[in-house]
């Protein structure tokens, strides 16, 4: 089993819609999660973090968390064609006790006029 | 502030060539990351330095690979002999925080092409 793990669409959505990106990850002592965004040929940037249980919303973006389920989710309302680029998930492995991010392979999401 | 800084930003070479890779972190950061990203395998982490010292180089493919960081703002990565298997996009991040998570810089890569 990978240690973060999303599916590599591409996810599809008309502009306007929700899109739902979703990451899950093994080790249970994880103790904060990212959602990174990377452009086509470009580096990746931080768009979102989350360390507690629940919702935690930005502007259109909102990062949703359940640890019981070891489940990470990025929600994006009103999504727009710039919203069309790969979205990282990424994950502190507390139980390693480092400082390093393990990142999923990414989800393509492509928004269409 | 300038970002994170790697040159070059395209490398060609032939199979057996070094390669050496430069990456300058943003400044007042003590965390500095090496990332190889390929389509198959996604964004792997080679190695990371906090304060300029090596803390896990477990992501190190082999022992072609190597990285040094002399100071706190120069960062190297090199792959000799090179193989085509190389091939790749390598990134430089930086953060200024550790524990339970940060935000970690990212550079514009240096795209590597090994024939």
Known sequence: ?113 | DAGVIQSPRHEVTEMGQEVTLRCKPISGHDYLFWYRQTMMRGLELLIYFNNNVPIDDSGMPEDRFSAKMPNASFSTLKIQPSEPRDSAVYFCASSSTGGNGYEQYFGPGTRLTVT
């Open chain 1, 1 to 113: 089993q990978k240690e973060v793990e999303q599916n590599s669409g591409p996810l599809s959505v008309p502009e306007g819609a929700i899109a739902s990106l979703n990451c899950t990850y093994s080790d249970r002592g994880s103790q904060s999660f990212f959602w990174y965004r990377q452009y086509s040929g470009k580096s990746p940037e931080l768009i979102m973090f989350i360390y507690s249980n629940g919702d935690k919303e930005d502007g259109r973006f909102t990062a949703q968390l359940n640890k019981a389920s070891q489940y990470v989710s990025l929600l994006i309302r009103d999504s727009q064609p710039s919203d069309s680029a790969t979205y990282l998930c990424a994950v502190n492995p507390r139980f390693y006790n480092t400082d390093k991010l393990i990142f999923g392979t990414g989800t393509r999401l492509q928004v269409f006029p």
